[in-house]
């Protein structure tokens, strides 16, 4: 008889991994290095505001399409999955550009 703990383990081991995981990832990191970057420049929050987006364009892109491939993998219907994806997308640019406004004023960065 297989105890719990072990059957537990081998349904852990066998849940399917985060798709977006990588590109979440990849498109976080390209949002903090353009923060670094126009910090270090001490560009304006409008100027970074225009620079974001299409400085991690390619990244938001893949990330994006990840999400889209798992939440129609989870059920969801193509409009409701890039809506989905468009959002969370969205947050995370909108988050970017409220902590680069948090930084300047606080003349404080990001953690590496």
């Known amino acids: 008889m297989i105890s719990h703990a072990v059957a537990f383990?081998?349904?852990?081991?066998?849940?399917?991994?985060?798709?977006a995981k990588m590109p979440r990832k990849d498109y976080v990191?390209?949002?903090e290095n353009e923060t670094r970057s126009k910090l270090e420049a001490k560009a304006a929050p409008e100027a970074f505001d225009q620079?974001?987006?299409?400085?991690?364009?390619?990244?938001?892109?893949?990330?994006?399409?990840?999400?889209i491939s798992a939440n129609m993998?989870?059920?969801?219907?193509?409009?409701?999955?890039?809506?989905?994806?468009?959002?969370?997308a969205a947050d995370y640019l909108a988050n970017a550009k409220d902590m680069y406004r948090e930084y300047q004023?606080?003349?404080?960065?990001?953690?590496?």
Do not use: H, I, W, Y
């Not at 383990?9 to 798709?19: E, F, I, R, T, Y």
């Open 9 to 19: 383990a081998l349904l852990v081991a066998a849940a399917p991994a985060d798709p």
């Open 29 to 31: 990191r390209c949002l």
């Open 51 to 67: 620079a974001v987006g299409p400085a991690c364009a390619a990244s938001e892109a893949a990330f994006k399409n990840a999400l």
């Open 73 to 88: 993998a989870s059920g969801l219907k193509r409009p409701e999955a890039e809506q989905e994806a468009s959002m969370e």
């Open 105 to 112: 004023e606080t003349e404080t960065r990001p953690e590496n």
